[in-house]
């Protein structure tokens, strides 16, 4: 099962390409060439085709199998977006050439924006941020700049307990204070209590919806009324909006600025399968303050407007990202919204809420769900069912491993105790669904039978077994360095 790294297998002086001497020509490099080895290794095109196919073949991959990963939305990445992205007219153009030579690509970003003003009932958009985190941040800097236009010096951010780590990450990175909030025994926010917490100092609050224990947020207009009513936004944590497409426009909730996760919802490839995109839509209020560049219709077609001037963006709080952001991702969302059409968009979030519910309903007797009631496109369980077995969430999930499925997301959100949280996504089939219930029953029915030696040992079957997770981020080894000779005489 070990792959060495190329480093270690390769030697200095081998090639896998046959290159003429270069010709020696005048040196102008001022005294400045390299004397020693540029460190590269040097193996054949074989050795280096196996090498990255066997590294590819011991990663999970939602080509693989099911990808339960809840909040992350791990859904099939159709084939046709690939095609459409291939296409030279999208792949090959370069930020810079002149506009009249890209009419199509922002052709392309003008109806991704206005899909997504259209899915979510508000008047704006950024395209240009590269993920979900940072597309938090450009609706907090939006914020912020409209906070700053008014002549105030509002810090505080309301906070759920059950957010996401990016959200209270992002206000305290754009400079103000995070204030948590409690949720109630339902896993909502808990109105009274944030009622309690507004005043004239509250700048927003970053509300997720459905929340990351997977339910609507069902006084979510009376949170946003509240929060209005002291002068602050309302973010919302758009990450989950899978759930909702096509069946609820944020913009009617009261919502002012939400980010859209492309590599969630419109299914483009994310995780080691290609960069995010996180566009963000802004109500009217915010909308003046709208990162640069954007797309407007001009006199002479499309064009991109990217510095303030009289007409457009003279309130822009500046730039998030180089050029426009994930080209590449618009044309593969783009596709993934007309191959669906809104109808189909809205099954979507049906099938996605459909799958999660026939998860908790086969499951609901032999695992314990956090709370009551139906949920939306994610499942939640907590640990009670594994008390006093001898087995933690930790060692359910590492045991998920040997049955051949990537494990859940676990311990989010915090909330939750020992929490295992699961999102099938609307691409799974019922078949399936069926196999991964029947894997996790037998799974929890062998925690109750006594097994507790069975889950503590697992991953037997991976090429790595249980790591130090802590060690890892504490003090991260990112670069080979040779073994020094008394390394190598061992
Ligand atoms: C995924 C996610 C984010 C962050 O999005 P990235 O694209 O990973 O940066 C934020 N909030 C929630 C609830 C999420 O699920």
Redesign the pocket.
């Known amino acids: 099962m070990e792959e060495a790294l190329l480093f270690e297998q390769g030697a200095p002086g081998r090639c896998g390409v046959d290159l003429p001497e270069p010709s020696r020509g005048e040196n102008r490099l001022g005294g400045l060439e390299r004397t020693g080895d540029i460190g590269l290794p040097g193996l054949s095109e074989p050795e280096v085709v196996r090498h990255f196919v066997r590294l590819s073949q011991k990663n999970y991959a939602i080509d693989a199998g099911l990808y339960p990963l809840g909040?992350?939305t791990m859904k099939h990445n159709p084939r046709l977006n690939e095609k459409m992205a291939r296409l030279p007219g999208f792949a090959d153009v370069h930020p810079l050439q002149p506009t009249s030579t890209v009419q199509g690509a922002l052709a392309v970003m003008d109806e991704v924006a206005r899909w997504l003003k259209v899915l979510t009932g508000l008047p704006a958009v950024a395209l240009s941020p590269g993920?979900?985190?940072?597309g938090?941040m450009c609706g907090m800097m939006a914020i912020r700049a409209a906070i700053d236009a008014r002549g105030e010096s509002r810090k505080r951010i309301l906070v759920p307990d059950s957010a996401?780590g990016?959200?209270p990450a992002t206000a305290v990175l754009c400079g103000f204070t995070v204030d948590p909030v409690p949720s109630d025994s339902r896993g909502r926010i808990d109105l009274s209590a944030l009622k309690a917490k507004l005043g004239p100092d509250v700048a927003a609050i970053m509300l997720?919806n459905p929340n990351?224990c997977g339910l609507f947020e069902n006084e979510i207009r009376e949170a946003a009324a509240a929060i209005h009513g002291v002068g602050g936004f309302f973010y919302c944590?758009g990450?989950?909006f899978n759930a909702i497409v096509g069946k609820v426009r944020p913009g009617d909730l009261g919502i002012d600025a939400m980010h859209i996760?492309l590599?969630?919802t419109f299914s483009t490839p994310h995780g080691g399968g290609g960069p995010?995109s996180?566009p963000v839509v802004l109500s009217a209020a915010l909308a003046p303050f709208a990162p640069l560049p954007f797309v407007v219709h001009g006199r002479q077609g499309l064009q991109l407007v990217e510095a303030p001037n009289g007409e457009h963006g003279g309130q822009a709080f500046g730039r998030v990202k180089a050029f426009h952001g994930q080209m590449g991702m618009f044309v593969r969302a783009l596709t993934y919204m007309l191959s669906h059409g809104s109808d189909g968009l809205r099954q979507v979030a049906e099938d996605s809420v459909l799958n999660a519910n026939y998860i908790l309903a086969a499951l609901q007797d032999e695992l314990s769900p956090a709370y009551p009631g139906p949920c939306m496109h994610e499942v939640l369980f907590d640990d009670r069912f594994l008390k006093d077995t001898g087995v933690t969430t930790l060692d359910f999930a590492k045991a998920m491993i040997d049955e051949g499925y990537h494990p859940m997301t676990v311990y989010f959100p915090l909330i939750v105790h020992g929490a295992l949280l699961t999102e099938p996504t609307e691409s799974e089939s019922r078949s399936s669904l069926d196999q991964f219930i029947a894997t996790l029953r037998a799974l929890a029915r062998r925690a109750k039978g006594g097994d507790a030696a069975h889950f503590v040992q697992a991953p037997r079957l991976a090429p790595r077994r249980r790591l130090d997770e802590t060690r890892a981020a504490r003090n991260p080894v990112l670069r080979w360095r040779p073994p020094s000779p008394a390394q190598a005489a061992e």
């Not at 993920?131 to 940072?134: D, R, T, V």
Request: charged share 15%; hydrophobic share 15%.
């Open positions: 909040s992350c993920a979900g985190a940072h938090e996401h990016t959200n997720t990351t944590d990450a989950n996760n590599h969630k995010g996180g």
